[in-house]
């Protein structure tokens, strides 16, 4: 099963006041393994970055001038995602933003339902606690050191790591199809088995490993 893992900065927080998408990074996972397939680009938004979104991610309106506008990537970033499930930490933002440069053009709107929101999980497994990607990390002992900034392909690496924990939270249980030799891990999109049947030696393989044993201790304790 390949999988997304997405993530944008932009000019500011809400599309309402005309802000624009200035970065994207997505990473591909394939059974929650990241692959060596990423997409990534800065966009020139044509407008100017609030001063508040400067602080979060450091992106310069004279840096930003110079890069590709959306219509010059949507293509390539299209065909990347394509078939695929995004993963996305408070999709809400990022998908308002990504719809919005797609409105613009023209383009179909990505569903919501093709989405898992690792904000929504982990709200759910953890009530009531902080559950930024900062507080994930710290929750699931990831180094997050690199993250002075918000940035689109480190936030997608960090992300990767934090879904792989949130995605993998069920105990083992018996699988009654595959009998009681087997133990299951499983969640929502995949299941592994376990052999779990206890096996005995027999007679001549408890000789045998006594025989080793005797034979390579130094101090032997069978005779």
């Known amino acids: 099963m390949k999988e ?12 309402k006041d005309g802000h624009r998408i200035v970065e994207i990074g997505c990473l591909e996972l394939d059974n ?6 990423k997409f990534h680009c800065y966009l020139n938004p044509e407008r100017k970055v609030s001063e508040q979104a400067f602080k979060v991610h450091g992106y310069t309106d004279i840096f930003l001038s110079s890069q590709k ?12 995602i ?9 999709a809400s933002f990022d998908l308002s933003h990504l719809n919005n440069e797609l409105a613009i053009l023209g383009k179909k709107k990505i569903n919501e339902k093709n989405v898992v929101d690792t904000l929504e999980l982990a709200r759910k497994k953890f009530p009531g606690s902080q559950n930024s990607l900062d507080a994930l ?3 699931y002992k990831i180094d997050n050191s690199r993250r002075v ?6 936030d997608c690496e960090l992300l990767s790591k934090v879904y792989v924990n949130l995605a993998d939270q069920k105990e083992p249980k018996f699988d009654l199809e595959m009998g009681d030799n087997f133990l299951v891990s499983e969640n929502k999109d995949h299941k592994v088995k376990y052999f779990n049947k206890v096996i005995q030696p027999t ?10 044993l005797k034979n390579n ?4 304790f069978f005779n």
């Open 4 to 15: 997304v893992i997405l993530d944008t900065e932009t000019t500011g927080l809400d599309v």
């Open 32 to 37: 929650f393994v990241l692959t060596s397939k």
């Open 69 to 80: 506008k959306f219509y010059e990537v949507v293509d390539e970033f299209l065909n990347f």
């Open 82 to 90: 394509r078939d695929k499930k995004l993963v996305i930490h408070n």
């Open 137 to 139: 990390c710290k929750r």
């Open 149 to 154: 900034k918000h940035t689109a392909l480190i």
């Open 203 to 212: 007679e001549e393989e408890l000789k045998s490993h006594k025989n080793f």
């Open 217 to 220: 201790l130094k101090k032997n």
